[in-house]
């Protein structure tokens, strides 16, 4: 089976804070993708990545960047976050762009 | 810009059919329809992927009219364990756009 594993299922983090949130998964896939999602919203695409050190962005990339430095792994970064970028973010992997994403459990991240 | 629409929340019985339309506008010629189950605390999980007619795995089926417009997933004779949001989306080889999920609740 796929696997996705996200490095924490719940971050608390303060206004202004650089945060880290990692992404790992174990079935080679060349596509990796971050999402937030939110009530009454849906998943929202924020960056994914097509293959090593390649990036683009999503329909929310503002505030946030990315780094894919080895094929397994897929970073979301918040140089600087805000309160409004408290939600749950969702990573996940595939092995072709249009093919079925196999999704990590989450990370419920809050920002006081 | 695609933009994928969905009922917010649909009621059944169990051993009932349920039908989820999504609308699908501005999808592209080689967009993908999937679908996504949701249980709380857990992420997004596969249920079926169709690009036009008629798609049937082992747990739904999923109608694609010839224009594309519009999905309809089908889940025949739910259960409780059915209770979850199901997501609709259209993917292609730079678009990924979900709908916002239909809360699915089976009664007994």
């Known amino acids: 089976d796929v696997k996705v594993t996200q490095s924490s299922r719940y971050l608390v983090k303060r206004t202004g804070e650089k945060v880290f949130l990692e992404c790992v998964q174990d079935m080679d896939h060349e596509n990796m993708f971050w999402y937030r999602q939110d009530p009454g919203l849906g998943l929202r695409l924020i960056y994914f990545s097509y293959d090593v050190k390649m990036k683009e962005k999503g329909d929310i990339p503002e505030g946030y960047s990315v780094s894919r430095e080895k094929k397994e792994r897929f970073s979301l970064i918040l140089e600087s976050a805000s309160t409004n970028q408290t939600s749950m973010y969702l990573c996940a992997s595939s092995l072709l762009a249009d093919n079925e994403q196999f999704f990590g459990p989450g990370t419920r991240l809050t920002v006081l | 810009l695609a933009k994928t629409t969905q009922p917010i929340s649909m009621d059944s019985y169990e051993g009932q059919e349920v039908n989820i339309t999504c609308s699908h506008n501005n999808i592209a010629t080689n967009d993908y329809i999937t679908w996504y189950q949701q249980f709380p605390s857990q992420g997004p999980r596969f249920i079926i992927q169709g690009y036009k007619t008629k798609v049937t795995n082992e747990v739904a089926s999923l109608f694609i009219p010839a224009d594309r417009k519009s999905s309809t997933l089908s889940l025949p004779r739910v259960s409780l364990s059915d209770t979850a949001v199901y997501y609709c989306?259209?993917?292609?080889?730079?678009?990924?756009?979900f709908g916002s999920g239909t809360r699915l609740q089976v009664q007994p």
């Open positions: 989306s259209q993917t292609g080889r730079r678009a990924l756009t």
